[in-house]
């Protein structure tokens, strides 16, 4: 959440001459809602359902930079699934740096609370940490980790091409 990934994945794409999905917009698109909203009206399970199945679709496809949303990896089956079907990326951001990006942001529905309304201030870093915490144990199992907290978007994008060429001869 808020490490660059709608801004680093399209570009990344283009380097190497692949399509770019982002999971979120997809679900949108499929269930002709915002994802603000299926959280709001039907729960985060509902929305995990829709995020598996549309993950599931998605990986049938070849050379393709898809933008996960910062919670699928914290589920075991997406997590071995995506393991076994591609190469996890993990642009790591410290809270501090997460917290600058999304302070401002009403569109995270897992910065907000049981009324719908975004946290602020310590509520808002005490869920970025928590969220960070937990979902750590699965993004530090990524195949390519980049701490991108300083990195220019350029910088970062060479960084994933390089690396993902190794793993992917």
Known sequence: MGSGKSTIGPILANALGWDFIDIDKNIE????????DIFAAKGEQSFR????EALRDLMLRDECVV??????????ENFEFIHQNGVIVYLQLSPEKI???VKYRTDRPMLKDANGK??????LQKRIDGLL???ELYYSKADI???ADSLKVGTTVDTIVERLRGLLR
């Open 29 to 36: 698109l499929k269930a002709n809602e915002k994802i603000v």
């Open 49 to 52: 359902n829709l995020e598996r």
């Open 67 to 76: 933008s996960l949303g910062g919670g699928t990896l914290t589920d075991e």
């Open 99 to 101: 917290l600058e990006r």
């Open 118 to 123: 975004p946290l602020e201030g310590v509520e």
């Open 133 to 135: 915490e937990h979902r």
């Open 145 to 147: 980790i980049i701490p």
